[in-house]
């Protein structure tokens, strides 16, 4: 992931998913077509998550194989430092938690933390 991305990411998502916006028919692309060069970060592929890693930050010792190995560069990371986890992207494939040396990443049930991070609001 590029130091730009991560910029846009760590300030909440400070773009506009165009595909988000509620057209009616005549107004949808036609399907099968990519209509723009890009990437997938504008595409939130982190809805389709059924459990989210989360990391244990005082067991962390910052080595990065979480960061390589995630198939979706939803590790965020800044200044040689893990951050977390890019919630809007990752899809929940566990890698991350499989290939950490420390066994420091939980894969968590996506349903129970939303209702516990509602319940915290
Ligand atoms: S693989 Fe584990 S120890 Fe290494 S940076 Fe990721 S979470 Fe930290
Ligand atoms: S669960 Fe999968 S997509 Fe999510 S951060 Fe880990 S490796 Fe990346």
């Known amino acids: 992931m590029t130091e730009l991305s991560n910029e846009i990411l760590l ?5 506009v998913d165009k595909y988000a916006v509620k057209r009616n028919w005549e107004e949808l692309p036609p399907g099968c077509c990519i209509e723009d060069a890009g990437c997938g970060i504008a595409y939130q592929t982190g809805d389709w998550r059924s459990e989210r890693p989360v ?3 005082d067991r962390c010792v910052h080595c990065f194989i979480c960061w390589v190995y995630c198939p979706d560069a ?13 919630l809007y992207h990752c899809k929940g494939c566990g890698v991350c938690a499989t290939e950490c040396p420390r ?4 894969m968590v049930d996506e349903a129970s933390a939303l209702r516990e991070e509602a319940v915290a609001k």
């Open 55 to 57: 990391i244990d930050f």
């Open 103 to 106: 066994k420091c990443i939980s």
């Open 74 to 86: 939803s590790i965020l990371a800044k200044d040689g430092k893990i951050l977390g986890v890019d």
């Open 11 to 15: 300030k909440g998502y400070g773009f």
